[in-house]
């Protein structure tokens, strides 16, 4: 593992880009019975000696642990979905209704649809969290009350529930790939099946 981190930083510094050490984490990923067999605590990266973490580690915006379990992930992202809805909802009777939507687009949805593929097929309960999200935005945005229904207010924004956005999202990456519309790297994962 450290001579394959030490090929990374080469190639890196080829390309005039740095690894900064004292941010790099490293986390072991399996199943219960697989983690207790594993016997590494440290690696030796440059002049840093890395400890495992033992906590969720973020890469490229996600949060993972060691089980692979999207759960940090969701609660991070819920806990700064509402931190943000709470300060929008300071503001709002001095915003209209268009600037309140780019605002909850900007802060809010975005996070909510990032890497939302990694979503499917989670239980319903870890859905249930971002969905309550994504009514409590409908909600301030059009100046509801929590207790009036939500596919009305859905529907208004031309909003997809968080399950159907989920779905959406994998369906048009396939339809990327299959017409040669996505990254490479993504068409060549997707083969059609001769009938």
Partial sequence: MELCVQDIRVWLS?????MNDKKTEFLVIGTRQQLKKVSIDCLTIGAEKILVAEKPVKNLGVWLD?????????????SAAFYYLYNIRRIRRY??????????????????DYCNSLFYSIPAYQLEKLQRIENATARL???????????????????LPVKYRIHFKILLLTFKAINLLAPSYICHLVTLKKP
């Fill in 95 to 112: 915003l209209s209704k268009e600037s309140t939507e780019s605002l909850i687009h900007a802060f809010i949805s975005s996070r909510l």
């Fill in 66 to 78: 060691s089980k692979l379990s999207i759960d940090a992930h969701i609660i991070k992202t819920c």
């Fill in 14 to 18: 080829r390309d005039k880009l740095f």
């Fill in 141 to 159: 945005i059009l100046k509801e009350s929590k207790f009036c229904h939500i596919t009305p207010l859905l529907m208004t924004l031309h909003w």
